[in-house]
């Protein structure tokens, strides 16, 4: 089942502009990861927050985590074409390593 | 950073016929796998977590005598979609997590069309 609730589930801005995209979900989480996704491909990694953390960086990424607002945002800075992909939030429960993934949300980057 | 690789990447059969898929660790052991299914323009859903040298766990609704789980070594897992429909059809994806991180090192991915 799943367990996040993304939004927007569609996101279109100008190169250059910030993006920001939210997750919220249900259960108590050990981490939430934040993963992108190129149409028809595999996940890729970006970032991870524990639950004991609350601001996170890399690079032009930012991810906040509010676990009293079971919520977690994931901020793209000065935005590049590059960025067009399709990005979801996952949280980690328990110690078996499963994710349950949101629903993502689409970002389109125009040039 | 670790490589998961699935093989093949696309497939087409037809209905009825089984198909196998391939997950592997490239450079690092993975006691633990899992395999996603995800449909167009939707999110992921987990179908099954793959344990090396047991039982494969299947997640609620999850056919486990249809979607037959191999964990055969540390480095490989594979999927088998037996007496596949059109419904199959969707794209397939697993993960490994790389020693005892939390991080998840995701395959390619794998579309399978049941004509």
């Known amino acids: 089942s799943q367990q996040g609730e993304e939004d927007p589930q569609a996101l279109s801005i100008q190169e250059g502009e910030n993006a920001t995209m939210n997750c919220s979900y249900k259960t108590s989480i050990n981490n939430l990861q934040w993963y992108r996704q190129n149409s028809g491909r595999g996940l890729v990694h970006l970032i991870l927050?524990?639950?004991?953390?609350r601001e996170k960086h890399s690079g032009r990424l930012r991810v906040t985590l509010d676990t009293s607002k079971k919520s977690s945002s994931l901020l793209i800075t000065a935005s590049r074409a590059a960025d067009t992909a399709s990005y979801f939030c996952a949280t980690g429960l328990g110690g078996a390593q499963k994710l349950v993934f949101g629903q993502g949300t689409r970002l389109t980057i125009n040039p | 950073g670790a490589v998961v690789s699935q093989h093949p990447s696309w497939v087409i059969c037809k209905s009825g016929t089984s198909v196998k898929i391939e997950c592997r660790s490239l450079?690092?052991?993975?006691?633990?796998m899992f395999w996603y299914r995800q449909f167009p323009k939707q999110s992921l859903m987990l179908m099954a977590t793959s344990n090396e040298g047991s039982k494969a766990t299947y997640e609620q609704g999850v056919e486990k005598d249809k979607f037959l789980i191999n964990h055969a070594s540390l480095t490989l897992s594979t999927l088998t979609v037996t007496s596949a429909h059109p419904e199959d059809s969707s794209f397939y994806i697993c993960?490994?997590?790389?020693?005892?991180?939390?991080?998840?090192?995701f395959g390619p991915g794998t579309r399978l069309t049941v004509l």
């Open positions: 450079d690092f052991q993975a006691t633990t």
């Open positions: 927050i524990r639950s004991n953390e």
């Open positions: 993960s490994a997590p790389s020693g005892n991180t939390d991080t998840q090192y």
